[in-house]
């Protein structure tokens, strides 16, 4: 069973920067570098929503339109890592997020019923 452990979130004000990790455990099966690893968010009375996407072996990446050109998701398989660079920071980035991972997404690496792992999920809050 996978764990991961999402860690970085904090309150900050509107146009600054943050950085979440995310740490799969090495309880996991296979290797980290088999794993889609991907980031959700959810905002209180809202659905849980696709942030952003970076796909096993290839590093290859996908990002949500109200986070492209702001946020940046990348991996360090050295570390069984995988980290969101979030700059530009907006009052609707605020939310829970969450850390995912599955074997293999293919091309509906969007949908969170794809992901059979979760973490527990680190708070971001942007003030104006």
């Known amino acids: 069973q996978a764990q991961l452990v999402e860690s970085g979130g904090r309150s900050v004000q509107a146009g600054g920067s943050l950085r979440l990790d995310c740490v799969a455990s090495?309880?996991?099966?296979?290797?980290?570098?088999?794993?889609?690893m991907a980031w959700f968010r959810q905002a209180p009375g809202k659905e849980r929503e696709f942030v952003a996407h970076?796909?096993?072996?290839?590093?290859?990446?996908h990002g949500a339109d109200s986070v492209k050109g702001r946020f940046i998701i990348s991996r360090d398989n050295g570390q069984n890592t995988v980290f969101l660079q979030m700059n530009r920071l907006k009052p609707g980035d605020t939310a829970s997020y969450y850390c995912?991972?599955?074997?293999?997404?293919?091309?509906?690496?969007?949908?969170?019923?794809?992901?059979?792992?979760w973490g527990q999920g680190t708070q971001v809050t942007v003030s104006s």
């Open positions: 970076i796909r096993r072996n290839s590093g290859d990446t």
């Open positions: 995912a991972a599955d074997l293999w997404v293919g091309k509906r690496f969007a949908e969170r019923v794809e992901y059979d792992y």
């Open positions: 090495s309880g996991i099966g296979g290797t980290f570098e088999d794993y889609d």
